[in-house]
């Protein structure tokens, strides 16, 4: 019997380690607290695989922030700013390093690979001095060892370590950061043999980034340090030619294949029999005895247990699988291998799979065959969804309707949600208050909302959303093909999670979302009110999509209900439409031959939301990531009117792309501070980042506005900040 498991969530069923460290972080409770949740829940994860019947289980895949956090206390690397004196790395440390302290700021966080998961960046310089100090992987094995489980530590490699970090301030140009594997390795060897003293006959090194497109000496150096290795594992379920490559290619002989056929990204369950086909033919590749059946990568990226989902109706529930059910797939699956085929588990497998198969609730042959029609009829007439109109006309147009003046101003949608609207949206939700009195409360908030801001004197308003807990979670509940669960957190960074909507049907939008909404809060101003809509690929982007179907083929459905909703604002009288795509850069592929057909569909399925809407129909898109240089084009091909940004980090890096010629006719708000900060800028400040756009910039297409909504800033910061955003712009328009 073999199976493994690459990695587990850490955050517990019900986040428990989430409130012990926030409460920790609050001084609510004591490090020993902390700790004693922390070896609860790794006790817990072991018993069940282990009970499970899971032979290679994996112990240091615990972290109290993040594994690359981890690694760097391993290797001592902790920037000069801590402070650090020295010895074993403690709580304080770590978590300076990981949240920052009164005095210094936090390192720096990044998406890790083509996950929502985010990683603290190791900061190296030649002169960082390296040495063991976080034995961590040690007593984690031994810990597992004293509960009576043998386990597998798990470390990130050398040189995805390296490679996923970054030179510090001032080597940036000269720093080769593999150059450093001489300096790391000896702590590698350290960390081994303390491991094998300790009696571990396993270590996995994770070795990520040999997914992504290498240089040649990055490759190699991968796999020098890879050349001793007894097992191979990889994922066969995200690299989609991995499987045909060991099919003809084989591996080196006398070698083990860990074969990553349970997906460990997603939260559907396994079609084990087409599984067992797969670890078939690869027993027939690798020899008998030399097959081990693993998961696709961690599975810290899907929620933790379908158990504690108790209002989630049979027939879906069936048809997944969280992390605890992921380990009896695996399990189940590997006991095959060894001649003991559970027949009534596979067969109601193979029941459940049938039924996700043929369901009506997955198949609504309706929607399909108006998704068909409409690309069909387009790809006919060689439409590509674009609006008939040039921007530029388009904007002429507009502005004949709407009369705004230069460099106009607006915010991006949320204002502050307090304390008592949240508790009005959960009363609602859990029908303790009515329909009307939710409806009133909602009302007020937003002729609150639109009464600050004509104070304010803004140009363009928002309703504010204050009806919306979360972007995609606020349209996903009122779109057919979705489901909620209660308790399905997939961590995000440190103490934070996310619970990503599960698309497990075709899409369709069988009443209007948001037109009452904006419709009342039109009503309340002669300035225009912007309607608000999260777009397609944003909503795809932060789900778990289904797998029954190419990505894009979800999000094309996504983005006909979004443009059923669009035109319900316009017919409404809604005359401009944001459609926030905040998260379409996110999904770009790991590998650049990918990105293309990735940012066609994208941009594409933007296109579709809108390309019905009359030319004096001004549409707005928002966008949260700061790095747009090298996607410009794709943004320019998505035709919005308007484009609002984020560019807190670094207005000189945008501003590079226009500098360096590239021509762009549409309106562009580049957020004229950061929302993250809690500074409030002043209003020469303001001017002066205004200027310097304008430097660049047309002054006829420039917008003034924040990088990003204000639903968790407040109104004492909020105010302020606008009052000097707005009087910046007066004082430029008095200027030129
Ligand atoms: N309209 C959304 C808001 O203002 C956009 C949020 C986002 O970009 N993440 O909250
Ligand atoms: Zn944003």
């Not at 922030?65 to 304080?92: C, K």
């Not at 992921?326 to 003991?340: D, T």
């Not at 789900?543 to 190419?550: E, H, K, L």
Request: aromatic share 8%; with cysteine.
């Amino acid at each position: 019997m073999a199976s493994h498991i690459v990695g587990y969530p850490r955050m517990g069923p019900k986040r428990e380690l989430k409130f012990a460290l926030e409460s920790f972080w609050d001084g609510k409770s004591s490090a020993e607290d902390l700790e004693k949740v922390a070896a609860d829940l790794r006790a817990s994860i072991w018993k069940q695989m282990s009970e499970a019947g899971i032979k290679y289980i994996p112990s240091s895949t615990f972290s109290y922030y993040d594994q690359v956090l981890d690694t760097t206390a391993m290797l001592g690397a902790v920037p000069d700013r801590y402070s650090w004196t020295g010895g074993e790395i403690g709580h304080s440390t770590y978590f300076s390093m990981a949240r920052g302290n009164a005095t210094v700021p936090a390192m720096e966080m990044t998406k890790w690979f083509d996950t929502n998961y985010h990683f603290i960046v190791p900061e190296l310089s030649p002169a960082t001095k390296f040495s063991y100090a976080s034995h961590k992987a040690v007593s984690e094995y031994k810990e597992a060892k004293a509960l009576g489980v043998d386990t597998v530590p798990v470390l990130v490699g050398p040189v995805s370590y390296l490679l996923l970090s970054k030179a510090a301030k001032g080597v940036e140009k000269s720093l080769s950061l593999l150059s450093l594997l001489d300096s790391i390795l000896p702590i590698y060897k350290e960390v081994v043999a303390e491991l094998k003293a300790a009696g571990a006959s396993w270590i996995q090194f994770d070795e990520p980034t040999l997914v992504k497109d290498l240089a040649a000496h990055e490759l190699a150096a991968t796999l020098t340090s890879l050349s001793g290795v007894t097992a191979y594992g990889f994922d066969l379920v995200r690299g989609t030619k991995t499987l045909e490559l060991i099919k003809s290619a084989g591996i080196p002989s006398g070698k083990y294949l860990f074969a990553g056929v349970v997906d460990g990204r997603y939260i559907w369950a396994d079609d084990l029999a087409a599984s067992l086909s797969t670890l078939q033919s690869l027993e027939a590749v690798v020899g008998k005895g030399k097959l081990v059946v693993s998961t696709s990568c961690s599975l810290m990226h899907t929620a933790v247990d379908l158990v504690n989902e108790t209002k989630l109706d049979s027939e879906i529930k069936s048809w997944l699988a969280f992390a605890a059910q992921k380990v009896v797939e695996v399990n189940a699956l590997g006991k095959v291998l060894a001649g003991l085929k559970d027949e009534a588990y596979f067969a109601a497998n193979a029941a459940a799979q049938a039924s996700r198969r043929s369901s009506p609730r997955v198949n609504n042959e309706e929607v399909q065959k108006a998704e068909v029609h409409f690309l069909q009829a387009a790809a006919l007439k060689g439409s590509d969804h674009r609006r008939a109109t040039p921007v530029s006309a388009r904007l002429d147009a507009q502005q004949k309707k709407l009369n705004l003046p230069i460099l106009p101003t607006t915010t991006i949608g949320s204002f502050p949600q307090t304390m008592d609207l949240r508790r009005v949206r959960r009363e609602y939700k859990v029908k303790k208050i009515s329909e009307e009195e939710y409806g009133s409360a909602i009302k007020e908030e937003i002729s609150k909302v639109v009464k600050i801001q004509e104070e304010l004197d803004i140009d363009v308003l928002v309703h504010g959303e204050p009806e919306r807990n979360d972007m995609v979670e606020y349209f996903g509940e009122q779109l057919s093909g979705f489901a909620f669960t209660a308790n399905g957190w997939v961590q995000s960074y440190g103490s934070r999670c996310v619970k990503p909507p599960i698309i497990y049907g075709d899409v369709s939008r069988p009443n209007p979302m948001t037109v009452f909404w904006s419709k009342m809060a039109q009503d309340m101003t002669p300035r225009p009110m912007k309607g608000m809509l999260t777009g397609p690929v944003t909503i795809l982007n932060w789900s778990f999509v289904r797998n029954d179907q190419p990505r894009f083929e979800t999000c094309y459905q996504i983005a006909l209900a979004i443009k059923k909703e669009v035109e319900d604002l316009e017919a409404g009288g809604i005359q401009v439409i944001q459609i926030d795509e905040a998260a379409l850069r996110e999904g770009l592929p790991l590998r650049k031959s990918e990105h293309a057909f990735y940012l066609d569909w994208a941009v594409h399925s933007f296109r579709i939301t809108n390309c019905g809407v009359q030319d004096t129909t001004q549409i707005h898109t928002h966008m949260c990531y700061s790095n747009f240089n090298d996607i410009i084009h794709s943004i320019i091909n998505m035709d919005a009117d308007v484009i609002t940004i984020e560019n807190s980090r670094s207005d000189e890096k945008l501003l590079s792309v226009f500098r360096e010629g590239v021509t762009y006719g549409a309106g562009i708000g580049p957020g004229v501070y950061d929302i993250h900060s809690l500074r409030i800028p002043s209003t020469e400040e303001i001017a002066d980042r205004v200027n310097k756009m304008l430097a660049v910039l047309d002054t006829n297409i420039l917008w003034v506005n924040r990088d990003c909504g204000l639903k968790t800033r407040k109104y004492t910061e909020v105010k302020p900040a606008l009052t000097n955003m707005v009087a910046a712009a007066k004082l430029i328009r008095t200027q030129l």
